[in-house]
Nanobody, 115 residues
Framework: QVQLVESGGGLVQAGGSLTLSCAVSGSIFSVASIGWYRQTPGKQRELVALIRSGGSTNYADSVKGRFTISRDRAKNTVYLQMNGLKAEDTAVYYC?????????WGQGTQVTVSS
């Protein structure tokens, strides 16, 4: 049974940094592309960063140059390092595998950036 559990959110001042973690259980970690998404009330969930099984990455324009996604195969964990945080980065952050390995959404982790 594959599960993804997010952690690491919190309250931070604008300009600060946070690192989110996504612990992945199950055997798909080595083959799945994994993404970090975020959602604010009344808006659709958006993909902000993804990392493919081979290690290549993509970022939304809004976070490019500030966020870095990485994966630790030994720990079956994907990280999202967030620097230069802005008030508009405030959201619930989720991780999930991209299709065809996507799972039901977890609870996410809240990131709040105070200006």
């Amino acid at each position: 049974q594959v599960q993804l559990v997010e952690s690491g959110g919190g309250l931070v001042q604008a300009g600060g940094s946070l690192t989110l973690s996504c612990a992945v259980s199950g055997s798909i970690f080595s083959v799945a592309s994994i993404g970090w998404y975020r959602q604010t009330p009344g808006k659709q969930r958006e993909l902000v960063a993804l990392i493919r099984s081979g290690g290549s990455t993509n970022y939304a324009d809004s976070v490019k140059g500030r966020f870095t996604i990485s994966r630790d195969r030994a720990k079956n964990t994907v990280y999202l390092q967030m620097n230069g945080l802005k008030a508009e980065d405030t959201a619930v952050y989720y991780c999930n595998c991209l299709q065809p390995f996507a799972r039901a959404w977890g609870q996410g982790t809240q990131v709040t950036v105070s200006s």
